[in-house]
């Protein structure tokens, strides 16, 4: 038989074997550290421990935390040992949430105890530290639903409890150290020694759980705290906490109650509510003649640019839209990756001296002649589209560079407004089980490619590994430059994507190395109820991913 030995999805060796052997021993002919290994993948399809016993020819794929889905497995893991480490410190009185991704943590609160202060994490920092010396087992079980009530019932967990109820199965998987247990959708490592570096920063009203990044998998930097955006996820916390939903099963039960129709018109409101503000404050200041909005993949840059449009009109303002992929570069001076690839994502693929030289002409009063870019055949084209301000006209220009002041250097700051646009989401499975925003960004993304580019969920899943290095690289590094930040994320819209991915994700190959990426899309997406597109207004944001948008793209 023949094991194909993988790291992190790499082809390291493949190993020729008379018998079965598991995999612990397989790997001592190997270079392997098996320290590092935080989970090993059978064939595209499941993760097992070292102990598994391949019977065939089997691809073995090596997953440290330097992967996208040995990450996810490192946080969850470090989350489940806070988890224990409260649990052992508070007992079962307390309710702790992780709430939402900030910088390079998760921000976490404690509920139903006194107020958590820069003491209290200490000792978790501390209690935390002695769960992984020990390297106690991290038990995966599959037990009957009734005895999984049964233990979460026992620990007051009433957030795990509305899920696996509400989505009855024989059996549920939980997770056991010790005598503490938890419930967890995605994989954990085997041991608690695994977790080699993580930090807790008291961060009022709760904390930060930080990891560690880079190739060294270290935590080497301080703490910055990105304020705004901070301000914005508490601001939406808010929100939340009026409309009492901030797990899945909320929304469910909105849904069972038919109520939610009008939970999608307060929230599609807010979200209204806000773009006006923006308008309305950005008019005020006379001078500001230049909006730039800038955004991750898959935020709603372009609906929310479009609905921004129409506010500013109401506002007396007439905006002129200006794309910026029209200023890129002729194909033969694009910048290059390292693998040769064209890098159209890096500033310098676009023509910046060009860019700066009509935006002030236009600021000046001047009429230009805006560009147009052929992609087919990679050169800017004139287009015979010509434009002049006159004094109530502001311009509108969307793209991912926005917010860096590369782009627009030579524009005094006086005369430029930024807004950073991003699907914040905070909703989540259950206390311990966060959806991160990239889920939500992935999902859209994968709607949107099936629909309007005819790409499969497949080759979408591939390439979102590229599509969040670019980002990491040109977008969340200057998020805080912005001088309004928008949330684009719907809490309802999960159960909009739903039906629409479900199909897609479904044929996605067991053969496909995206292939255990899409069944946890599936099982997150199996917490959630269907929401009928007939409920969603037609000026969504979520309409840009679906379909029946009032707005032309």
Known sequence: MKIDIRLDGHKHQIIDLDQARPISQILKGTNIDRDHILSYKINHTNYVNEDYLPTGDTLVNCITAKHPEGYRIYQDTALFIMAKALYTMLGDKHSMVAEHSISDGVFCEVFNAEKFSEEDCSRLSQQMHEIIERDLPIDHLEVKTSEAISIFNSMQRKDVLKNIRAHYSE???????????????????????????FEIIYQAPGFILRFPAGDEMNISTPFILPQKLFA????????????????????????????????????????????????????????????????????????????????????????????????????????????????????????LDYLNLQLRLLLDGEQVELPHYDFTRGVRRRSNHFVKMEENDIIVMEGIHGLNDALTATIPENRKARIY???????????????????????????????????????????????????AKNIFPFQENADYLFNSSLTYELGVLK????????????????????????RLLDHCDDIEDAQVPYNSIIREFTSGSVFRY
């Open 421 to 471: 646009v991003s699907a914040l989401n905070q909703l989540n499975i259950d206390n311990h089980n966060r959806i991160p925003t990239t889920d939500c960004r992935l999902l859209r993304r994968i709607v949107r490619d099936h629909r309007y580019r005819g790409y499969s969920a497949d080759e979408t899943l591939k390439r979102w590994r590229d599509v969040r290095e670019g980002e």
């Open 171 to 197: 059996t549920t998987r939980v997770y056991r150290c010790g005598k503490y247990y938890d419930f967890f959708i995605r994989p954990l490592a085997d041991r608690t020694g695994l977790i080699k570096d």
């Open 232 to 351: 914005l996820h508490q601001e939406h916390d808010k929100w939340l906490d009026i409309l009492r939903v901030h797990n899945i099963a909320d929304i469910n039960r909105l849904i069972a109650s038919y109520s939610i129709s009008q939970f999608i018109l307060v929230e599609e409101a807010l979200h209204e509510k806000k773009i006006a503000e923006i308008a309305a404050d950005i008019v005020k200041h006379k001078d500001v003649k230049l909006i730039l909005i800038a955004g991750p993949s898959s935020s709603g840059k372009t609906t929310f640019a479009k609905r921004l449009s129409v506010q500013l009109q109401a506002s007396r303002a007439k905006p002129i839209v200006i794309g910026m992929d029209d200023y890129f570069l002729d194909r033969d001076k694009t910048p290059r990756k390292e693998n040769g690839d064209y890098d159209f994502e890096s500033i310098n693929s676009i023509d």
């Open 499 to 522: 039906k629409h991915a479900w199909k897609m994700l479904h044929f996605v190959p067991s053969t496909s190395s995206a292939y255990t990426e899409a069944r946890r899309l599936l």
